[in-house]
């Protein structure tokens, strides 16, 4: 199947096919970059502020590996169907007393 998606051109590392499969369809997620949250937000918190906007497949709030604090960015695994527009309204938004910055994440390296 992956290979069918990459024939439509969807072979950007920001795409990939979710390990969740409805019946027959698998769903293609892409993964966004979330920068200037609060230090305080939870990854339920961030996931209610991005579905509001679309389907939110995870989330994942990055902390120092020593002192277990958030380092203020995270990743959001949305529904491909739904990214743009999750870009468009979350970019430039409100959380808590901060505005983030959202982007569609790049690939590591």
Request: aromatic share 8%; net charge neutral.
């Given at each position: 199947?992956?290979?069918?998606?990459?024939?439509?051109?969807?072979?950007?590392?920001?795409?990939?096919?979710?390990?969740?499969?409805?019946?027959?369809?698998?769903?293609?997620?892409?993964?966004?970059?979330?920068?200037?949250?609060?230090?305080?937000?939870?990854?339920?918190?961030?996931?209610?502020?991005?579905?509001?906007?679309?389907?939110?497949?995870?989330?994942?709030i990055i902390?120092?590996?020593?002192?277990?604090?958030?380092?203020?960015?995270?990743?959001?695994?949305?529904?491909?169907?739904?990214?743009?527009?999750?870009?468009?309204?979350?970019?430039?938004?409100?959380?808590?007393?901060?505005?983030?910055?959202?982007?569609?994440?790049?690939?590591?390296?």
């Open positions: 199947m992956l290979e069918c998606f990459q024939a439509l051109g969807f072979n950007h590392p920001a795409y990939r096919l979710a390990g969740i499969n409805f019946g027959e369809v698998n769903v293609l997620v892409r993964t966004l970059y979330v920068g200037n949250l609060p230090w305080s937000t939870t990854e339920e918190e961030l996931a209610k502020a991005f579905s509001v906007h679309g389907e939110v497949i995870s989330t994942r902390t120092d590996r020593q002192t277990g604090r958030s380092r203020g960015f995270g990743f959001v695994e949305v529904n491909d169907v739904d990214a743009d527009r999750m870009v468009r309204a979350m970019n430039g938004a409100q959380l808590g007393s901060r505005t983030l910055t959202v982007n569609e994440a790049r690939p590591r390296g």
